[in-house]
């Protein structure tokens, strides 16, 4: 009964909001992607800046929670590649196997859930998950979608594009210096983030839209149960290490356990990776992600 009251007051309206972005894609013909660029560039950014100013993350606790982001990421990705060695893989298929195991959507599904489950100071503390996991995949991602067609620099201006690096750097100069933001700034600021969550759901629900029918079901479970299953082991194993308790073990781990990011699609259709076992591995893990994140809120709280 409490993984029941769990799912249906936590998971089930994200699913419910994500499946009205589904539809009005499916029969209105959305834009997709300029909704997904507003959020990128506009709301995003607002709901981080406002969150980090008005949290009470301490210098220490943004260390630790930064390691641990670059952590699970990393150990992720390490984990992947090791399987694809065993496997005997393709040189395509690694990248594509190692990008949808290493990224999670802690953007438009991780943020609202943290939320929704548990309150104001953890998303402060997934906010710092987020930053990181942005550009890891404005970095590595590239590179492994890439393998040599894109370079390193040109990798690095895609992440001094993102509005949310300069959102979070503004937040932590406003927090160590104790400089009051004014109050014409601060309001549109909170209109604008308090309006990503929903837009955020939205988004997620219609980019789900475009999923196709499973490639490779074997080795897309294969993924799907990695991204899933021992990325919360790991989160679990690398709080335990670095000392994170209260709200930001919950939401380090919540935030490192989360199915793959939608994100991965774009970079496997730019750099054509595979693209349909990204697409399936995406959607197949979060219509999946209710059975594992479940427990998991119920072992955090």
């Known amino acids: 009964m409490e993984l029941l009251a769990i799912f249906v007051q936590n ?3 994200i699913f ?8 009005i ?3 209105l013909e959305a834009d997709v992607r300029t909704l997904s660029r507003v959020t990128l560039y506009v709301l995003t950014p607002c709901l981080l800046f406002d969150v980090l100013v008005n949290s009470n993350v301490s210098a220490g606790e943004f260390e630790r929670l930064t390691l641990f982001a670059l952590g699970t990421t990393l150990g992720m990705g390490l984990i992947a590649w090791l399987v694809t060695r065993a496997l005997r893989l393709d040189r395509v298929m690694t990248s594509a196997f190692i990008v ?8 438009n599904y991780g943020l609202p859930l943290t939320f929704f489950v548990f309150g104001q100071e953890a998303l402060a503390r997934a906010t710092i998950y987020f930053v990181v996991s942005i550009v890891l995949t404005y970095t590595v991602g590239i590179f492994l979608a890439s393998r040599g067609r894109r370079s390193l620099g040109e990798a ?17 100069v406003v927090i160590l210096t104790g400089v009051a933001t004014p109050s014409f700034l601060m309001r549109p600021i909170k209109l604008l983030g308090d309006a990503a969550i929903p837009v955020m759901i939205l988004v997620l629900g219609m980019q789900l839209e475009r999923a196709v029918k499973p490639a490779g079901l074997r080795l897309a479970g294969l993924a799907v149960g990695l991204r899933l299953v021992v990325s919360a082991l790991l989160g679990l194993l690398l709080a335990q290490f670095l000392g994170l308790g209260g709200a930001a073990r919950q939401a380090g781990v919540l935030q490192s356990a989360m199915p793959v990011a939608v994100v991965t699609t774009i ?4 750099f054509d990776v595979e693209p349909a076992f990204v697409t399936s591995v995406v959607f197949l893990s979060t219509i999946l992600s209710p059975l594992t994140l479940t427990p998991l809120i119920a072992l955090l709280k």
């Open 16 to 23: 419910f909001v994500a499946g009205i972005g589904f539809l």
């Open 25 to 27: 894609v499916r029969y």
């Open 11 to 13: 998971i089930l309206p």
């Open 267 to 270: 970079l496997a259709v730019e």
């Open 100 to 107: 949808v195991v290493m990224f999670a959507n802690g953007g």
């Open 156 to 172: 690095l201006l895609s992440v001094l594009r993102i509005p949310s690096i300069y959102a979070s750097a503004a937040a932590v």
